[in-house]
Each structure stands twice: as structure tokens, then as C-alpha cells.
């Protein structure tokens, strides 16, 4: 079954276009990477897909569902940490849960997902004394509320110390070996090929690869580098490989260290060829090309700069427009007090307790028994 499905989705914000016919397909079980550099587009796609702005062209689905007429339903499976959220500063982590919780109707302990996040210890303190990674984990527990059948994480890392990306890297690794599906942004490239299971890379709002990342190293080209400690690296050695075919470059870190830039399958040549000019190799290193260099090679452009940030200010004004989910969306990216909505037509029924008029929604009452209920 397929978990996401984009179809020539579009979007304009004005003059500016945040996508442009972008088509992607996430499996079922898969841990998706979305990159792109600022103001590709990422936040806005993701943003569709918790239909908190339409899409000017195209479609988007969520298990099967469309992201805009089934948008309540979509949200019953899915688990989300936006990258801009708010938490109620006068609320404890515990009291946090029990809001998630209702408003899944599940039956999750608070204690357990806070101990799986790792601050179980601070469950009755108010979120307003959280540090920013407390926070982040804070929202982790409660995207994870109901075993969510797709996780979408926007930024997961944001705000961890390297213990805290670890044990995020093994949340996820978890909940896809449950079966969910994890579709989550990242400027943490090294994150990113610690756990995903393909990527897909966004340059100017257009999809520009979608591929494993071993897919994606021979896509850009299959040369490693070859980091070799000889004896001694003479002017022969250096002669003789660089008249070998499949060889680009050679450089000398200093007399006993050499690398060399060849094609994958010339490793062994090389190291041959070093033995047959009178070097004797005590230690080889192979280097291949980082997920960096790939993400460089795909969305290098010179009109990057241009667009830096038009991905983040034009959702801004998309959502001060129509809001979106009470207390844990891109409403918080707004002026706006959590819990109040537009009533501007476009949003018929309140995304988190689904009354019509959502001038008095649950949250908003921060007595209420259902709420603070622990």
C-alpha cells in the first residue's frame, strides 16, 4: 500500500512558486528523507499534506485518503512534530500528553511514551522551564500518540545533543520496524543516511531525485578516493598511476601519504600498480562520495541565494490566512493565541475538536477536567 502520494502537486504563493509538478510515491514501511536547501519547498509540501494550505495544482493522499477531502480522517494516522510549534508554557509534560491522548481517543500511558523519549523524570514540570531539546522530545511523545501509521517529522533533530539525535535515530528505526511510515525533512545530512531507506532531494520546488543513496552516489558518478600509506611516494609511483585508466586525480598529503581519485572498479589496479613501481602500501582507506557532496551536486545552483527563505515567509502568510492544527502547527509561525480559528469558510470544521465553530474548542479551556485528567 502506498503511505504518500504526490501528483503534480503545485503550489504558487503570489508571484512566487513554492512547488512545481512535483510527483513522489512513499511506500508503506519506509523511512523517507526529504532535503532541499531553504526555500525548496519542503515545508510547504508538508504542509499539504496536513492540508494546512491547498495546493494550487495537483494532488496529494495519505494512505489513500486526499489530503483535503478526508483531511480529518488523515489526521486520525498520522503523528506529527512540525518544525514550528507551540506548547502551553503553563502545562506539564504529563498534562501535554493527556491533550494529545484525548484527542486520538487512545489509550496510551503518558509515563511510557515520556520514558520512551527520555523525560519521564520531568513529566510534572511545565513545558515553560523545558530546555529547546526537552521541548522537541516533549512533541515526539505526543506525534507518537495512537502508534500513528505515518510519521511525519519536520526537523526531527532541532535542538538534540548528539544522545538525543541517537535516540531519535532509534524512535525511528522502531516505529518502522512496527510497520509505520516515516516521512521526515532534515538539514542533518548525517542523520539522514543513518536511517533512511531511500531520499528524495527538492532544488527550487521541483523534485530532483529520488533514490537510495548508494542510487544516488553512482548517479553523480561511482569514483571513491583511495587514501593509501606508502613508504614512500616517488615521482614513479605518481607517474605510473596517473596514466592508468579510470584515474582523475592524484594528490600527496606529504611523502607518505597519497590519494587517488579513480572509478570504483579500479582499486585494485591502482594498489597493484603502487607495488609495481617499488611501493609497498602498509594501509588503504577507501572515501566515498558523502551524502553531502550528493546534496551539493543536486542542488547546487546559482539561484539558490535568490530564493533563501521564499519557502518559509510565503507559508507564513498561507497560514496567518487560515490557521491550521490548535497548539502543534504552523499556527504558531502566527500572532494568534492557540485555539483560535478563522471562520473564513475554508476550514468547515476545527482540526482538533472537530466542532464547526471553533471559537470555543476544547483547548482553549485549560480547566478543562478531559484535558488536565492525570
Known sequence: MTAIELTDLSKDFGSVRALNGVNLTVETGEIFGFL?????????????????????AGSATVLGYDTQRDSLTVRQHVGVLPDAYHLYDRLTARQHMAYAIAS?????????????????????????????????RLVLAMALVGQPDVLILDEPSTGLDPNGAREMREIIRAERDRGATVFFSS????????????VGILRDGELVAVDTIDALRSA?????????????????????????????????????VLRVT????????????VE??????????????????????????TSDDDHEGDDDSATTTEVTEVSGWVGLSSLARTSRMPGFHDRCGRWPVCSFCYQRDSRWCTPRSLNSAKILAG
Not at 36 to 56: Q, W, Y
Not at 187 to 197: G, K, S, T
Not at 262 to 272: F, G, H, R, Y
Open 36 to 56: 532541499g536547501p531553504n526555500g525548496a519547498g519542503k515545508s510547504t509540501t508538508i504542509d499539504i499534506l496536513l492540508d494546512f494550505v491547498r495546493p494550487t
Open 104 to 136: 486520538k481517543d487512545s489509550d496510551d500511558d503518558p509515563l511510557e511514551l515520556l520514558e520512551r523519549v527520555g523525560i519521564a523524570d520531568a513529566a510534572d514540570r511545565k513545558a515553560g522551564t523545558f530546555s529547546k531539546g526537552m521541548k522537541q
Open 187 to 198: 538539514h542533518i545530512l548525517e542523520q539522514v543516511e543513518a536511517v533512511c531507506d531511500r
Open 220 to 256: 553523480v558518478g561511482d569514483e571513491v578516493q583511495l587514501v593509501l600509506t606508502v613508504d614512500t611516494v616517488t615521482d614513479e609511483i605518481l607517474s605510473a598511476i596517473a596514466a592508468m585508466p579510470g584515474v582523475s586525480n592524484t594528490e600527496t598529503d606529504d611523502a607518505h
Open 262 to 273: 579513480c572509478e570504483s572498479d579500479a582499486k585494485a589496479p591502482v594498489l597493484n600498480t
Open 276 to 301: 609495481a613501481a617499488g611501493g609497498h602500501v602498509s594501509d588503504f582507506a577507501i572515501e566515498e562520495t558523502s551524502l553531502e557532496e550528493l546534496f551539493a551536486a543536486f542542488t547546487q545552483t
